[in-house]
């Protein structure tokens, strides 16, 4: 492992409060590069995007460039963006479907899984030069729970099941199950955002219940304008709905005891009565009227996944740190496999609502979090405080702890996983 | 959409580029009222994401909104306490290529490309694309019916884009 280069994790990461440096200082951020994101488990999309063997998407781990492509053997590769021969890059397009990967430069030519196929005028290489050990270089473990998929570069890192843990993956379960065929699609595009803030900042922010009457107030103030029903409370100090730290600090936001499809519930914007009635018996049919029931009243639920996965409900989202004040975020939105079109449809209208660079609601996020970075530079008082709800916090019978939905159990528990990686001879 | 655009008519494409004029002004201005004022009963705005060529419904949009939707945009934005443009971007947009033809119904196609500079908070940034208005001649004035904004970096990673385009 690298040396810690002088960063005092137990001074930057105290219990009750976290030092402006996590945010904004490139030692620290180089060092999170290297053992957060190369030595430890990261999301790197999920298969339903690449549903068709040579489906590709270019992807980064660690900020280095990755195709994420079905072999012609139905597999999931991720392989590394580096022609075996001097270093092109063999793959230009963003996304799309190809053959194979041919560099462009002196015509070495890989095939979906890798393997090096074609390498031109191949004779005037020595005798030793053994085709079959230059195939592209293959991210050392890919894993995924429902299609959703992890990687690392690390080989030694732990099982992703032991990364997830039995409460993540219920909860992944959960998501996959909101198709009454199992499987989720997604094909229908991505929001790409940028912003000028540290990637913790989405981070902390997507399981953050606390903001919500605030940061969203013109959206909260539009719901109550065209329904008449006042969305504020639901995530007040009162609300019953609860954060969960699942461990490893993983997080969920569980607002299923208020029994709300979310809210944006704006008209035009659910589904008709008979298309839903439609998804609904075919859920029935799939998983039972008592599983149904507790998917749907999850609808309003979030989830994070350490360090770079959230999910809220209409999509899930990829988190990419570029910088110590660069990040960017993809969000995936996604369809129901087996629900009527119109279901899929207005899923795709709710999300816009509120989501992408444009949408009401996230963009007054991406706002906070540069108005957060320029805050992170003040350096009298460089603390950040971590402490609400700390002494409220409860036992789970499922083994998560949980914490009212306004409090900062998220906080504290993704610090306390922040902290444990990059601490002195930390291994993931 | 294929329409074979016919040869421009003289004062009607002056007329359309006034309009185009006028909208830009009010936009550009922050005058969202005045440019709500602008749009039909049954508008439709549509700037799609990742792509042109995408499936209005069943693919994910940057805008894809009807008249209740650009509505609750304009209440939002008036409102101020929609962060992303408090302080408000300073914008100044040029209208370009405007070519015009007529469709069924009286209703007037538009297109058109736009270079648009914003500043806030000490950054620039460019948008640039084309644009399709579909134009319905109200009394002696037009109203949309519908605009869709093709942004050159529509697949790219973009900061906010909260201002009227
Ligand atoms: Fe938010």
């Known amino acids: 492992m690298n040396p810690m280069r002088g960063i005092d994790v137990d001074r930057l990461v105290q219990p009750d409060r976290v030092h402006s440096h996590v945010y904004t200082d490139l030692t620290i951020f180089e060092e999170e590069i290297e053992r957060i994101f190369t030595q430890g488990w990261i999301f790197v999309g999920h298969e339903g995007e690449i549903p068709v063997p040579g489906d590709f998407r270019q992807r980064t781990m660690a900020r280095q460039p990755v195709i994420f492509v079905r072999d012609q053997h139905g597999g999931v590769q991720l392989l590394m963006n580096r022609c075996t021969h001097r270093a092109n890059a063999v793959c230009h397009l963003e996304r799309g479907n190809q053959p194979a990967f041919t560099c462009p430069y002196h015509g070495w030519r890989f095939k979906l899984d890798g393997e090096l196929a074609v390498v031109p005028f191949a004779e005037r290489f020595p005798e030793d030069f053994d085709r079959s050990a230059l195939g592209l270089r293959s991210v050392p473990r890919v894993e995924a729970h429902r299609g959703f998929v992890f990687a690392s570069l690390n080989p030694d890192v732990c099982p992703l099941k032991d990364h997830l843990g039995p409460l993540v993956m219920q909860e992944l379960d959960d998501i996959a199950d909101l198709s009454p065929e199992g499987g989720i699609d997604v094909t229908a595009g991505y929001h790409r955002l940028r912003y000028a803030g540290n990637w913790k900042l989405q981070v902390e922010n997507a399981i953050d219940g606390y903001h919500a009457n605030f940061t969203h107030r013109t959206h909260m103030d539009n719901v109550r304008f065209r329904t008449g029903f006042d969305p504020a409370p639901l995530t007040s100090s009162a609300a019953p709905a609860r954060i969960h730290a699942l461990g490893n600090g993983h997080c969920r936001w569980d607002s299923s005891s208020l029994n709300k499809s979310g809210t944006r519930a704006f008209p035009g914007k659910t589904p008709d009565p008979g298309a839903w009635e439609i998804y609904l018996d075919a859920m029935i049919a799939a998983h039972g009227k008592e599983r149904t029931d507790y998917l749907l009243s999850k609808q309003g639920s979030h989830l994070y996944i350490f360090p770079n996965f959230s999910y809220t409900g209409a999509h899930f989202r990829l988190f990419q740190p570029v910088a110590p004040d660069e990040t960017r975020v993809t969000l995936f939105p996604f369809l129901l496999k087996g629900a009527p079109r119109e279901v899929n449809r207005k899923r795709l209208r709710v999300h816009e609502t509120f989501f992408g660079p444009a949408g009401g609601g996230q963009s007054d996020d991406l706002e906070i979090f540069e108005r957060n970075q320029v805050g992170l530079g003040a350096s009298l008082d460089p603390w950040s405080l971590l402490t609400r709800g700390v002494h409220l916090e409860q036992q789970e019978a499922d083994g998560s702890v949980s914490n009212q939905i306004t409090d900062e159990l998220s906080n504290r528990t993704i610090w306390a996983k922040w902290k444990q990686m990059m601490g002195e001879g930390a291994m993931a | ?165």
Request: charged fraction near 30%; charge should be negative; hydrophobic fraction near 40%.
């Open chain 2, 1 to 165: 959409m294929t329409i074979m655009l016919e040869r421009p008519h003289a004062s009607l494409r002056e007329r359309v580029a006034d309009f185009l004029f006028d909208e830009a002004e009010i936009a550009d201005a922050h005058r969202y009222e005045d440019w709500l004022g602008l749009w039909g009963q049954d508008a439709f705005y549509w700037m799609p994401c990742n792509d042109d060529d995408i499936d209005p419904d069943m693919h994910v949009a940057l805008i894809h909104e009807d008249r209740m939707g650009l509505e609750d945009r304009i209440r939002r934005l008036s409102s101020g306490f929609a962060h992303t443009q408090q302080p408000r971007s300073r914008i100044s947009r040029v209208i370009s290529h405007i070519r015009c033809g007529e469709l069924e119904e009286g209703l007037v196609e538009v297109r058109s490309v736009f270079n648009l500079t914003a500043f806030r908070r000490d950054r620039f940034e460019i948008f640039a694309g084309r644009q399709i208005h579909v134009l319905r001649p109200v009394e002696n004035r037009f109203e949309i019916v519908r605009k869709t904004v093709y942004l050159v970096n529509n697949d790219g990673y973009m900061s906010n884009m909260t201002f009227l385009i």
